[in-house]
């Protein structure tokens, strides 16, 4: 397979895209530059996405992937061809695959599909009849897959820095093992195996005559697979815990080392310790609102009601008290007026006044008299002045009801209260890993440590255990009075049969991929450089195994590598698949140099990318493929260079001819 031309439309930071892609046979290097953020990954996603198609989902994503700097200035679609060629029975085809994605009337995104194979037109649609569509797409996929099958394109359009996330040797070995298998076409002979191993468990079932051994054979299948089911769940918390190794283990060595910021730990458990306590502070505060409400019950709904009752009435009283006239000495009864009149005239007499002669009781009557002549006919004149003022201040009362307030608080401290204990679990867990050397991470890490060993003895005894079952399964036959059932018969030797084809076919390339392994990791693995000895794949596929080993007669073991040297390991076993697998795809690789160093940059600029397949597009940043040193060791190799140019005004990227300014010397 070789990618031709690229081109996108309206697609992510492109606006318009159109870039020839051919390389030369003695010039397999196609160099795209570009700052970060400038449209590589971008350009890696348009030939992903024109080979497999984007599954926009729905509105917010067709925005998402839509070019900004298109919105209201041209038609909002999406679209991305691809021209590539490829080899079917021995023949050459040249190839143009259309994607085109747009907004129906009801805003859900809708796709069209267009290949053209020398002339020969498929095409579907979203709008296109099921059937029709049905056939159709059949056609493309199966005219892709013949190519470079979705699967298998993780091995060959890969980001670099992905190898260098496989720091454990067992999660290696698997991810070489499962590469092998789908790119060697193994993996089609094991499933073939384990499909024809059911098969035989079910006819066998049906071919037994006797119940008892019926049941007894259906109950060794049924703990059979139990015991498989055991097996894989083993192996699964063996990866999540190797998962965690991985991700814990800086982590892990900084505790252990005791640089783990306690102070930063002391705030945060400050400030988590200060949530609790004004939790606690407004619970108390809120019980006791509650109380002063019940308390004050009446005050609060009962005299409001009242008052509302009660306001015009109330209302009528104070307005005649107001407008009356009448003396206050009107309320006043004849005792009090003669106690007033005696304590002036002794007043009076004191200063020379002779007032002897004056009876204080018959002035006192005089008064009263006069008082009653002048007084009013009052209407309510029966309430005390007491009684007034008491209606004064219940008509003049501010009068709030706490209800709503207190209803609303409730809410917000029932979830406080819930949560609570999650962040007192919170500042448990950060207490245990302040003082001294009680880490619970460096503990949780060790147990995990031991549990990843643990659990490997127990998935060798699962192992065991479910061979000495199958040995069990193998021993029930159909009847030997009976005539041989062909079928029968055939289906026990279909199982051994795909699993000799497929280990086989691996003994057959074994040698090939040991020896191009050991002369490229000799080449480019630059902590062992020229000392590998040899390199090892075991021949049987369901327990394949991978190891290198030093002159000196040691196995270099892969958990032992730094990040950079892992990455050289996988991407020289992905340069083997390329060359002795099924297909002949194009590599294409983002981020080229991943985590390596200077040393190993080197190794792979000279020896690797120049020899990695027959179209390697190399999607860089200039502090990766440096334009003034590193460049030059790969220009002979160059077909095709361009830089990626970010246009933030007009949120595009646009494509110049170069790599940073330099031209490539063709």
Not at 29 to 50: E, M, Q, R, S, W
Not at 277 to 296: A, G, M, P, R
Not at 339 to 363: E, F, M, P, R, Y
Not at 537 to 561: R, T
Request: net charge negative; no cysteine.
């Amino acid at each position: 397979m070789l990618i031709k031309r690229i081109r996108a439309k309206n697609f992510k930071t492109y606006l318009e895209l159109d870039l020839n892609l051919e390389t030369d046979p003695d010039k397999p290097i196609v160099l795209i530059g570009g700052a970060n953020g400038g449209g590589k990954t971008t350009f890696f996603d348009a030939i992903y996405g024109a080979l497999y198609g984007l599954n926009i989902s729905n509105e917010k994503h067709f925005n998402e992937l839509l070019n900004a700097g298109a919105l209201g200035k041209v038609a909002e679609t999406i679209e991305l061809e691809l021209f590539f060629s490829g080899r079917v029975l021995n023949q050459e085809q040249s190839y143009v695959l259309t994607r085109t994605y747009m907004l129906n009337t009801a805003k859900r995104p809708v796709e069209s599909v267009k290949l053209n194979m020398n002339g020969s037109i498929f095409q579907y649609g979203t709008a296109t009849p099921a059937a029709q569509r049905a056939e159709q797409e059949a056609q493309v996929n199966k005219i892709i897959k013949g190519n470079l099958p979705e699967e298998l394109s993780r091995y060959f359009l890969f980001d670099a820095m992905e190898a260098g996330n496989l720091l454990k040797e067992d999660r290696l070995n698997r991810v070489i093992r499962e590469n092998i298998e789908n790119v060697m076409g193994f993996n089609r002979y094991l499933s073939f195996g384990k499909t024809a191993e059911a098969l035989t468990q079910d006819y066998t079932a049906q071919m037994l005559d006797l119940e008892n051994e019926k049941k007894e054979y259906l109950e060794l299948v049924e703990q059979k697979r139990k015991e498989d089911q055991n097996h894989q769940d083993l192996k699964d918390r063996r990866k999540e815990a190797l998962d965690f190794s991985v991700s814990n283990k800086e982590l892990y060595d900084t505790l252990k080392a005791g640089m783990n910021e306690e102070s930063t730990l002391n705030n945060k458990v400050k400030q988590l310790e200060e949530e609790i306590n004004n939790l606690e502070i407004e619970e108390k505060q809120y019980k006791s609102d509650v109380n002063e409400f019940i308390k004050n019950f009446e005050l609060h709904i009962s005299l409001p009601k009242l008052v509302e009752v009660l306001q015009n009435d109330i209302a009528l009283i104070l307005n005649e008290r107001e407008s009356s006239n009448a003396d206050a000495l009107s309320h006043l009864n004849k005792e009090a007026i003669e106690n007033v009149l005696g304590k002036a005239i002794n007043v009076l007499t004191k200063k020379g006044i002779d007032l002897a002669n004056i009876s204080i009781s018959q002035l006192a009557e005089t008064v009263l008299k006069a008082l009653d002549e002048n007084s009013q006919d009052l209407e309510y004149d029966y309430f005390q002045t007491s009684e007034v003022e008491a209606l004064k201040k219940l008509v003049n009362g501010n009068y709030q009801n706490p209800y709503p307030s207190i209803t609303h608080r409730k809410k917000i401290l029932e979830k406080d209260i819930a949560n609570a204990h999650k962040t007192k679990k919170q500042i448990e867990d950060l207490k245990s890993q302040i003082s001294g050397k009680d880490y619970s991470l460096i503990k949780a890490y060790e147990e995990n440590e031991g549990a990843i060993k643990n659990l490997k003895t127990q998935i060798e005894d699962k192992d065991k255990e479910i061979t000495k079952i199958s040995g069990k399964i193998q021993q029930f036959d159909i009847p030997t009075t009976e005539e041989p059932d062909p079928k029968f018969e055939t289906l026990k030797k279909l199982q051994p049969l795909f699993d000799e084809i497929a280990n086989t076919l691996l003994k057959n390339k074994k040698d090939k991929i040991e020896s191009t392994m050991k002369r490229d990791l000799n080449l480019n693995l630059a902590a062992y450089q020229d000392v590998i000895d040899r390199v090892e794949l075991s021949e049987d596929l369901k327990n394949l195994n991978f190891s290198i080993y030093h002159k000196a007669g040691n196995e270099i073991y892969l958990s032992q590598l730094n990040t950079a040297s892992t990455q050289v390991v996988v991407q020289v076993l992905l340069k083997a698949l390329h060359e002795f697998g099924d297909y002949d795809p194009p590599v294409m690789i983002d981020t080229v140099m991943g985590v390596l160093d200077e040393t190993s940059r080197t190794t792979l600029l000279e020896n690797y990318f120049p020899e990695l397949s027959h179209q390697t597009i190399l999607l860089s940043s200039d502090s990766e493929v440096r334009p003034a040193t590193d460049l030059q060791k790969i220009e002979p190799f160059i077909s095709k260079s361009y830089t990626l140019i970010r246009d933030k005004e007009a949120q595009k990227t646009d494509v110049e001819e170069g790599y940073f300014g330099r031209t490539i010397n063709n």
